[in-house]
């Protein structure tokens, strides 16, 4: 097949996130699989308009605040100078609603969508942009395909008026060759927890430092490390000092995968208390290590936490619960043993090539649509 996808960045874009590695991690597996692939997506400093990553023909053009008027015509362009079998939109932020665009089918691929969780990540009125942006869905996409990547995503889309029957659900995969025990690697000597991702308001940092401030009152030699950048740093930093968490957080900005590899693998416990994810890919990352995690009983995280076996769900915003979970995992070794090996087999059962294999049948099955 011919493919042509669009999302708001690609993978070299240094503000890729779970969105951009999923949608990579596929299409170049469709590379592999004779199938032709151009992605189209937002420019950034220092970014070629046209270059070809993993056998992908990346077109990029505009920025992040008019990506969803732009994107659109850079497609139409590249619909014009060839031909496409089917069109993939990767809807991550704001939809572009390709169907307006093309004649041709068009598959959907939904992470998660914001909802009322963007509230908590910008102002009113560009919340209720956003929200009217995907009040449009069931209606300008009624004739294509859909992929959630978790069944939580699927009931959010059906719930918004997407007819079931022409969803599916591909969970996704992960990189075994990246994400693994590393045996010259020992646990930290202190109990160590760790926050893997971007920090923005929406994801509940704050938070996980609120409970870590719980979980020393209790283990007094805890340490967290929170990784990754993102806007809320400043206020993060300051937020730490004020509760008196002085040198036992570390804030190691955004790291390489070897060196979150590494990090993970001395960690005993991570934390996610986040409102709201498509899958959780941090938290299967985690576990591939060995890392059993404490997460929020929200959409996504239901899914990719398997509650009382890899790691607990407990109530988003209950920071009390919070610290009581993750102290149960620092203080109880048998426990945490046990959610260890539980966690490495759940992430075993989840690769990259299966993931490929299932979109591959599903892109064939929208193509003829």
């Not at 923005?200 to 209790?218: I, P, T």
């Not at 995280?301 to 509650?307: A, G, K, T």
Request: with cysteine; charged share 25%; proline share 4%.
């Amino acid at each position: 097949m011919r493919l042509l996808a669009v999302n708001w960045r690609d993978i070299r874009n240094p503000e890729a996130g779970g969105a951009e590695v999923h949608l990579h991690e596929i299409l170049k597996r469709m590379v592999v699989a004779g199938h032709a692939v151009t992605w189209v997506a937002t420019g950034f400093a220092g970014a070629a308009r046209e270059e070809v990553v993993d056998g992908i023909r990346v077109l990029r053009g505009g920025s992040w605040w008019n990506a969803n008027f732009v994107l659109p015509l850079i497609a139409r362009r590249a619909l014009r100078a060839r031909d496409i079998d089917l069109v993939i939109e990767d809807i991550n932020k704001i939809p572009f609603l390709l169907p307006l665009h093309t004649s041709l089918p068009v598959m959907a691929v939904v992470p998660h969508l914001f909802g009322t969780t963007v509230f908590r990540e910008t102002n009113p009125l560009f919340a209720l942009y956003v929200l009217m942006w995907e009040t449009f869905i069931p209606f300008v996409y009624r004739a294509s395909r859909f992929v959630a990547i978790s069944p939580s995503t699927r009931d959010d889309l059906v719930r918004r008026g997407v007819a079931a029957a022409r969803i599916d659900v591909v969970l996704c995969g992960l990189d075994h060759r990246r994400y693994r025990l590393l045996p010259a690697i020992a646990r930290a000597e202190v109990p160590t927890v760790v926050h893997l991702g971007r920090l923005r308001k929406y994801k509940g940092v704050d938070l996980v430092l609120k409970a870590f401030a719980r979980v020393r009152g209790q283990v007094e030699n805890a340490r967290l490390i929170v990784v990754g950048d993102g806007p809320e740093l400043p206020a993060l930093h300051s937020l730490a000092h004020r509760l008196g968490l002085g040198t036992s957080v570390t804030f190691t900005g955004r790291m390489s995968g070897e060196d979150v590899v590494t990090v993970l693998n001395r960690a005993h416990v991570c934390v996610n208390a986040s409102p709201k994810e498509g899958w959780g890919l941090t938290v299967v990352e985690a576990n591939a290590c060995g890392v059993p995690v404490v997460g929020s009983d929200r959409p996504g995280l239901r899914d990719s936490i398997l509650e009382g076996e890899t790691g607990f769900l407990v109530a988003y915003g209950d920071v009390e619960a919070f610290a009581a979970k993750t102290v149960a995992l620092l203080r109880d070794r048998e426990l945490w043993r046990r959610m260890s090996d539980a966690s490495l087999a759940w992430a075993q059962s989840m690769t990259w090539e299966k993931t490929a294999e299932e979109m591959e049948r599903v892109l064939t099955k929208a193509a003829r649509t």
